[in-house]
């Protein structure tokens, strides 16, 4: 997996393309929460779920189908003043569900762990994709403070964290563009 940190870069990274009328720091903080709660499913571990099973690590939770209900759910929990089937709603719900889904991209871009069960729960195949640049994150924070920790912050700044703030720098100059115009 990616760490939490390249996560929520990733929601940083998508809400930036959306209006500032948008935004607020409820948006953000629930964005940054749908980056990371797929890997939530780590708690299954401690209920002898192997990593392979359908809800093991990497199983449901990184499904497109659960970003998909994540970010219906979001948004009506979160935003209940606003209709779901309405222009704000489908925003909003494209929002939470794009960030839920970075993450299963970011992860199918890391050079371990079984693969992504992108297409669960009617397929339960692991999939990567051909190029994994992104070192794999050790699972529990305490392994994270280590050697391998450092492999994967100075993995993430490269292909994570310089595009992110490529991609932002692009839409903040677009924005102030068309702004003038």
């Not at 940190?5 to 209006?19: D, E, M, N, Q, R």
Request: include cysteine; hydrophobic fraction near 50%.
């Amino acid at each position: 997996m990616a760490s939490a940190f390249a996560h929520a870069v990733a929601a940083l990274t998508i809400g930036k393309t959306y209006p500032s009328k948008y935004t607020s720091a409820k948006f953000w903080l629930l964005g940054a929460l749908c980056t990371i709660l797929p890997d939530a499913d780590v708690v299954m571990f401690k209920f002898g779920v192997p990593y392979e099973h359908l809800f093991g690590h990497r199983g449901f939770s990184h499904s497109l189908v659960f970003a998909v209900i994540l970010g219906v759910i979001v948004t009506a929990v979160f935003y209940r003043s606003i209709k779901l089937i309405s222009i704000q709603g489908i925003v909003f719900t494209l929002f939470f569900t794009i960030c839920t889904a970075s993450h299963t991209l970011l992860d199918a871009l890391t050079n371990g762990g079984l693969g992504v069960a992108i297409f669960a729960p009617f397929d339960n195949t692991r999939y990567f994709l051909p190029w994994r640049p992104i070192q794999v994150s050790p699972i529990g924070v305490g392994n994270f403070f280590s050697e391998w920790g450092w492999r994967v912050i100075k993995s993430e700044l490269l292909w994570v964290g310089f595009p992110s703030v490529v991609y932002i720098a692009c839409v903040v100059l677009i924005k102030s563009v068309s702004k003038k115009s």
